[in-house]
Every structure is written in structure tokens, then in C-alpha cells.
């Protein structure tokens, strides 16, 4: 494991690493979560990273998930990256935050009051997107129908 000792003990700010794993609209609290998380081989923790690693919408997240669930030698299915969507209907939240502006808003607009309005999808597609994330945003927008 990278010559990282694992710890066969909770620690310390568990409690801490526990809410930040389940951040929904902070992709990076989640990974970073995982990461110190998967320093201690405890069954609290493999319950969180099992959790992580299935249920995760950023695939980074479910990636690191798995891995360090892996570096325990637990017994994991690597997880599917290809997924048509990670939130049900999302075409549909981006028409009625579209319609809800005026009707010669910008993007940067729409992207901001996206970010305001559903932070857990902003920041999902945003981390699953990454450098391609605009583009993808952009086109998404555009294509809406008003």
C-alpha cells in the first residue's frame, strides 16, 4: 500500500471523515475522505468505502473507493465507468432552471444558478466531467428547449 501503514483502528476524527465522505455536493471532501479513510482496515471504514466505491456518483470517488478496499484485500467488483446518467432526469433540471431565468440569460447565468439551485449536480458532473465539464455544460444548456 505505498508503504503506508494501515492502522486496525478507527481514527481519531472518524467522525469527521464519516460526514465528509458523505458530502453530496463536494466531490474532492469525498476523495479526500476515502484517501485518510483508507489508511485504517476496520470494518466501519469498508462499510463506508463499499458504500462509496457502489453507490458514488463521481467515478474518481468510486475508483479510489475501490482500490483502497482492494489494498485491505477485500474481495470487490471493479466498478462500471460507464454510466448514461448520474442523476435521473437531468435534462429535465436543466430545462426548469433554464426556463426559470429570463429569456436572454447567459450561460454563465444559467451555470451559476445551477451551482446555486443543485450543487449535488454541479458538483457531480463537475468532478465525472472534469476538464470537459464546460463543454458538456454548454451544450447541455444550448440544447434545452425554452
Known amino acids: 500500500m505505498n508503504n503506508e501503514e494501515v492502522i486496525q483502528e478507527l481514527p481519531e476524527n472518524y467522525d469527521e471523515l464519516k460526514r465528509a465522505a458523505g458530502r453530496s455536493a463536494d466531490w474532492r471532501a469525498r476523495l479526500e475522505a476515502v484517501e485518510e479513510l483508507g489508511r485504517y482496515n476496520h470494518k466501519q471504514i469498508i462499510d463506508i468505502l463499499n458504500r462509496l466505491m457502489i453507490s458514488d456518483p463521481v467515478y474518481t ?8 478496499l482492494v489494498a485491505f484485500g477485500e474481495e470487490v467488483k471493479v466498478p462500471s465507468k460507464n454510466k448514461a446518467e448520474l442523476f435521473k432526469g ?6 426548469r432552471i433554464k426556463k426559470s431565468l ?7 447565468e444559467f451555470k451559476e444558478k445551477l451551482k ?7 458538483d457531480a458532473y463537475e468532478g465525472e466531467k472534469g476538464a470537459d465539464f464546460d463543454q458538456w455544460l454548454e451544450k447541455m444548456w444550448a440544447s434545452a428547449a425554452k
Do not use: G, T, W
Open 61 to 68: 470517488v468510486q475508483e479510489a473507493a475501490y482500490n483502497k
Open 90 to 95: 437531468v435534462s429535465k433540471i436543466i430545462l
Open 116 to 122: 446555486k439551485m443543485r450543487v449535488d449536480i454541479y
Open 102 to 108: 429570463p429569456k436572454d440569460h447567459s450561460y454563465e
